[in-house]
């Protein structure tokens, strides 16, 4: 499975951006998929994630309120819309997909993107 993110850029803080993730695979549905950052220095974050048919998310504490994780399983695709965003949410952004069907969040993950880098000034 490859994964192919996009939607980064720069904003001012209290902006907001969309990332969007694109897989390329027929059983997209079967994937549980995630988002992830990580800052220079700081260990890798898991930020959301969505269970394969959307019906469950999980949300870092220090995005809730703020983030949204969704996908739409006919264009492969997972979205996270970044509002309210602060300094601190600047980072390289990665996608993450484990193919499981379980709805626990507690998920292994074997397949990564590129990463999308958001920077956010103040």
């Known amino acids: 499975v490859q994964l192919q993110a996009s939607g980064g850029g720069g904003v001012q803080a209290g902006g907001s951006l969309r990332l969007s993730c694109v897989a390329s695979t027929r059983r997209f549905s079967m994937y549980a998929m995630a988002w992830f950052r990580q800052a220079p220095g700081k260990a890798r974050e898991r930020v959301a994630d969505?269970?394969?048919?959307?019906?469950?998310?999980y949300y870092a504490d220090s995005v809730k309120g703020r983030f949204t994780v969704s996908r739409d399983n006919a264009k492969n695709t997972v979205y996270l819309q970044m509002n309210s965003l602060k300094p601190e949410d600047s980072a390289l952004y990665y996608c993450a997909a484990a193919r499981t069907l379980s709805e626990d969040h507690l998920y292994e993950y074997h397949y990564w993107g590129q990463g999308t880098l958001v920077t956010v000034s103040s």
């Open positions: 969505i269970t394969f048919n959307g019906g469950s998310t």
